[in-house]
C-alpha cells in the first residue's frame, strides 16, 4: 500500500461545477496537508495548507482533513477552465521539517 | 524575486552520457530538493539539503546519481551513466526551515535519453 493514494482521474467537470478531489493515507503521523496545483508543463505550486483536522477555506477552494479516517479532501466552488490543472495532495510529519510525500496527482478539466 | 531557476529546461541525450541538471534556489531559502516525476511513479523526493548538507538521500535510485550543493545558491543533480528508464521530468525546489512543506518548484528540467 502506497503511503498516499489518489484517484488519478482524468475527471471532466463543466464550468461553475463543484469539484471534489480527495486523498487517502496510511501513515498516522502526518499533521500538515497540502494542495498544490501544477499546471501542465509547469512546476507545482501550493494552493493551500492545514495543520491537523478540519477545514481551511480560502476564496473558492475549501480543505477538509478527517485524521480519524485517514481522508483529506479539497473541494472547489463556482470551478472555472483556468482551475483545469493536475492537482497533488501532499502531506509530512508533526515538525515542519519533515519531508513531504506526495501524491501521484489528480488531472481536473473544467469544460466552458 | 526570479523564483527557483533551473537549466537546462530539456536535456536529450543518448544513454551511457553524463547528465548534469542545474539549480538555483531562491535566495535567502535553507532547503533545497530535487524530484523527478513521470506518469507511473509520479512526484518522487530524490534528496534534500538543509544549509548546503544532504539531509536524506534515500530517494535516489541508484549509484549512477550524486547531487551537489556546494553553496546556498547552486545545486546540482548529476546522472552517469544515463540509462533509458531515467527520462523523467526533473524538479528543484526550496523553502524556509519554518516550514519546509511549502515549497517552491523551479520550471523543470525534462530529460529524454536515447
Known amino acids: 500500500q502506497k503511503e498516499v493514494e489518489q484517484d488519478p482521474g482524468p475527471l471532466s467537470v463543466p464550468e461553475g461545477a463543484i469539484v471534489s478531489l480527495n486523498c487517502t493515507y496510511s501513515n498516522s503521523a502526518f499533521q500538515y496537508f497540502m494542495w498544490y496545483r501544477q499546471y501542465s508543463r509547469k512546476g507545482p505550486e501550493l494552493l493551500m495548507y492545514?495543520?491537523?483536522?478540519g477545514n481551511k477555506e480560502d476564496g473558492r477552494f475549501t480543505a477538509q482533513v478527517d485524521k480519524s479516517s485517514k481522508y483529506i479532501s479539497l473541494f472547489i466552488r463556482d470551478s472555472q477552465p483556468s482551475d483545469s490543472a493536475t492537482y497533488l495532495c501532499a502531506m509530512s510529519g508533526e515538525t515542519s521539517y519533515d519531508k513531504v510525500i506526495f501524491g501521484p496527482g489528480t488531472s481536473l478539466s473544467v469544460i466552458p | 524575486d526570479a523564483g527557483v531557476i533551473q537549466s537546462p529546461r530539456h536535456e536529450v541525450t543518448e544513454m551511457g552520457q553524463e547528465v548534469t541538471l542545474r539549480c538555483k534556489p531562491i535566495s535567502g531559502h535553507d532547503y533545497l530538493f530535487w524530484y523527478r516525476q513521470t506518469m507511473m511513479r509520479g512526484l518522487e523526493l530524490l534528496i534534500y539539503f538543509n544549509n548546503n548538507v544532504p539531509i536524506d538521500d534515500s530517494g535516489m535510485p541508484e549509484d549512477r546519481f550524486s547531487a551537489k550543493m556546494p553553496n546556498a545558491s547552486f545545486s546540482t543533480l548529476k546522472i552517469q551513466p544515463s540509462e533509458p528508464r531515467d527520462s523523467a521530468v526533473y524538479f528543484c525546489a526550496s523553502s524556509l526551515s519554518q516550514g519546509i512543506f511549502v515549497q517552491y518548484f523551479g520550471p523543470g528540467t525534462r530529460l529524454t535519453v536515447t
Open positions: 492545514t495543520y491537523s483536522s
